[in-house]
């Protein structure tokens, strides 16, 4: 008798196909290339339509931005800590991530990391581009771990559909 059979019948469980993440919870961050492309992707698809949005809609155009600079840039800021931490807590990546098959992870369990490691990794990733440290911890960690993924215990890893 086949398998699919005694499955149907309840003689045996159904095989279920675990996640990468889940049986090798240790897995190592995705290349950088990959995490770079969908960082790029992410600045066009949420970054972008967000400084348009504020300048143009809601501070009127670029001399009302310009007079208002600093409450300009908070809502910019505000929009853009937001919008990420909703893409991170719901599906585990932002559109540039889900482009490339990239998935936010906690290392340690294979899951969706917590508000608080989401918060910490948005913090440490705008800490790390602005410094020149920052942007070099990648190339000197053995698994490619940047410094907002060290700090965070995070990390985006690759996992093909």
Not at 3 to 19: L, S, T
Not at 101 to 124: A, F, H, N, S
Request: glycine share 8%.
């Amino acid at each position: 008798m086949g398998r699919w059979r005694k499955v149907k019948q309840g003689k045996i469980e159904p095989q279920k196909k675990e996640d990468e993440q889940t049986s090798n919870p240790t897995r190592s961050c995705a290349p950088i290339t990959l995490r770079l492309k969908a960082f790029l992707t992410d600045t066009f698809m949420i970054t972008m339509p967000i400084f348009y949005i504020v300048i143009y809609l809601i501070m009127g155009d670029r001399e009302g931005f310009q007079a208002h600079m600093g409450e300009g840039w908070l809502i910019i800021l505000i929009l853009h800590i937001s919008i990420t931490l909703i893409f991170w807590k719901l599906k585990a990546q932002t559109p540039g991530m889900k482009a490339y098959d990239l998935y936010l992870i906690d290392p340690q369990t294979g899951e969706k990391p917590g508000m608080v490691k989401l918060i910490l990794r948005y913090v440490m990733l705008q800490t790390s581009i602005l410094s020149f440290f920052g942007l070099f911890v990648p190339f000197m960690m053995r698994k490619r771990e940047g410094l907002h993924d060290l700090i965070s215990g995070s990390c985006i890893v690759y996992r093909p559909e």
